[in-house]
């Protein structure tokens, strides 16, 4: 399907009817200066960037289940109540409490010559302990489960295959990528293996190991999971070439401790005229330990909220009722978003959109939409109301993981999308911190997001 490059007039479908050309044609200059409204609000009294400092500084990492990660569900409920909202409150849900405890360590020893110090640290969920055992490399589970049991069982399996880099949408690399870091322990351990490391899930060539969560399955052993840098692995590859035989020793002291009671922060303003119909707009408050947590998602978080000031700031009350929702969880088991949903399902709440920011406070592009074609028809038909920004590439695409629990009571889900070619270099790493963040690039976001949450709010779908 091409993107809708024709005037906006020319095609407007507003609440189910066809207006005459002249009150498109008014409508349509009203929405766009409106909008510039918004964009206005944001470049020039923006206030997520300020959000953002403090969240990622005074806060830092929030993994589930972590002090820091209460400290900012309480920061999160303070923002939005200052704002004067019409309802700020939390929704309770009980998340996973996983440690990683002291620094991990890690070395390669060769049969000749010194041995070889890694970065690496623990993937999320691993459990922790001490090994040494020679490195069987892999390019893929396929590969592994072709292996005689002999060339495996007690060796350490080291999952090496890279993002595909021919990709223009990162976002696709890291998918195709990501089953060995989420399935390669238990694989190794179903195959004999006594440990796990993995490849960073990057692009970039650099000395940052990546975490991200992994899975156990039941009935197979768990056994420790480590990710190396991109640098780290490309070494330990050569290595393996030079000394078949090496020997890899790796520590760590991660544990998985009984589940937190933590919260969503929830704040809304009441639609004026359809109070009843809800679009939602959120990111994921949690955040892995390694860094400050900036891109991911700390950026998301405060757009979502800087969506309901911007509208407030401006006078654009919605008519149908705009929700931010800080979602907990999403790191390392989607708990928050799941509640969510199980929480509006019970109440019979009525979601007309769902919008996710969880892909970085980079340059606008556009939307993802994921639902019915006639859902993303009726979403291009404001693509030239986004044309002057350069945030309208309206397209099919992933909605966002903490609102595809919404899937079947959402009419449609909505992930803003932004600049990816940065994102998996700092992703889930101890590089990802408050100084990556561009204060234009994300206030830009902050009116993109906001633009379509007013035109949903106003027509609805």
């Given at each position: 399907?091409?993107?809708?490059?024709?005037?906006?007039?020319?095609?407007?479908?507003?609440?189910?009817?066809?207006?005459?050309?002249?009150?498109?044609?008014?409508?349509?200059?009203?929405?766009?200066?409106?909008?510039?409204?918004?964009?206005?609000?944001?470049?020039?009294?923006?206030?997520?960037?300020?959000?953002?400092?403090?969240?990622?500084?005074?806060?830092?990492?929030?993994?589930?289940?972590?002090?820091?990660?209460?400290?900012?569900?309480?920061?999160?409920?303070?923002?939005?109540?200052?704002?004067?909202?019409?309802?700020?409150?939390?929704?309770?849900?009980?998340?996973?409490?996983?440690?990683?405890?002291?620094?991990?360590?890690?070395?390669?020893?060769?049969?000749?010559?010194?041995?070889?110090?890694?970065?690496?640290?623990?993937?999320?969920?691993?459990?922790?302990?001490?090994?040494?055992?020679?490195?069987?490399?892999?390019?893929?589970?396929?590969?592994?489960?072709?292996?005689?049991?002999?060339?495996?069982?007690?060796?350490?399996?080291?999952f090496n295959r890279p993002m595909n880099p021919t990709y223009i949408e990162t976002g696709r690399a890291y998918g195709e990528a990501g089953d060995q870091r989420r399935s390669g322990a238990a694989e190794a351990a179903r195959r004999g293996a006594i440990g796990a490391?993995?490849?960073?899930?990057?692009?970039?060539?650099?000395?940052?190991?990546?975490?991200?969560?992994?899975?156990?399955?039941?009935?197979?052993?768990?056994?420790?999971?480590?990710?190396?840098?991109?640098?780290?692995?490309?070494?330990?590859?050569?290595?393996?070439?030079?000394?078949?035989?090496?020997?890899?020793?790796?520590?760590m002291s991660c544990r998985e401790l009984p589940d937190v009671k933590s919260y969503n922060v929830v704040g809304e303003i009441k639609g004026s005229k359809y109070p009843n119909e809800i679009i939602a707009v959120g990111g994921h408050l949690d955040s892995w330990d390694l860094a400050q947590g900036a891109h991911d998602d700390g950026t998301g978080c405060v757009q979502s909220m800087e969506v309901l000031r911007l509208l407030k700031a401006t006078g654009l009350r919605p008519e149908r009722t705009v929700r931010a929702v800080l979602f907990m969880n999403e790191e390392n088991g989607l708990r928050g978003g799941l509640k969510y949903a199980e929480l509006a399902k019970a109440a019979g709440e009525q979601h007309l959109a769902a919008m996710e920011s969880d892909g970085g406070g980079f340059t606008p592009r556009g939307f993802g939409i994921e639902g019915s074609p006639a859902m993303l028809g009726q979403i291009r038909r404001w693509q030239p109301l986004f044309q002057p920004y350069g945030s309208c590439d309206i397209a099919p695409g992933h909605g966002g993981s903490d609102i595809g629990p919404l899937k079947d009571q959402a009419r449609v889900l909505i992930g803003y999308e932004c600049d990816s070619q940065r994102y998996f270099d700092i992703h889930h790493t101890a590089a990802d911190t408050f100084d990556k963040v561009n204060r234009r690039e994300l206030e830009l976001g902050n009116a993109s997001m906001a633009a379509l949450v007013y035109l949903l709010g106003k027509y609805g779908l």
């Open positions: 399907m091409h993107f809708l490059r024709s005037s906006l007039a020319a095609g407007l479908l507003l609440a189910g009817l066809t207006l005459p050309a002249a009150a498109q044609t008014n409508s349509s200059k009203t929405d766009s200066l409106n909008i510039r409204k918004l964009y206005d609000e944001a470049l020039l009294r923006g206030q997520s960037y300020e959000n953002l400092r403090y969240l990622t500084g005074q806060i830092g990492g929030r993994l589930s289940g972590s002090p820091q990660a209460e400290q900012a569900v309480q920061w999160g409920k303070q923002v939005m109540e200052k704002m004067g909202l019409d309802r700020v409150y939390l929704q309770e849900v009980m998340v996973p409490h996983w440690e990683r405890g002291a620094k991990e360590k890690a070395e390669a020893k060769p049969a000749k010559g010194k041995p070889v110090s890694f970065n690496v640290c623990a993937l999320g969920g691993s459990v922790g302990g001490k090994l040494k055992a020679q490195v069987v490399e892999v390019q893929s589970i396929q590969e592994l489960r072709a292996l005689p049991a002999e060339q495996v069982k007690g060796k350490i399996v080291f490391l993995v490849r960073s899930l990057s692009l970039a060539h650099d000395d940052f190991p990546h975490t991200g969560t992994m899975r156990y399955e039941d009935g197979v052993t768990r056994v420790p999971a480590a990710a190396l840098s991109t640098n780290g692995a490309d070494q330990l590859s050569a290595l393996l070439k030079a000394s078949p035989t090496l020997t890899f020793e790796l520590e």
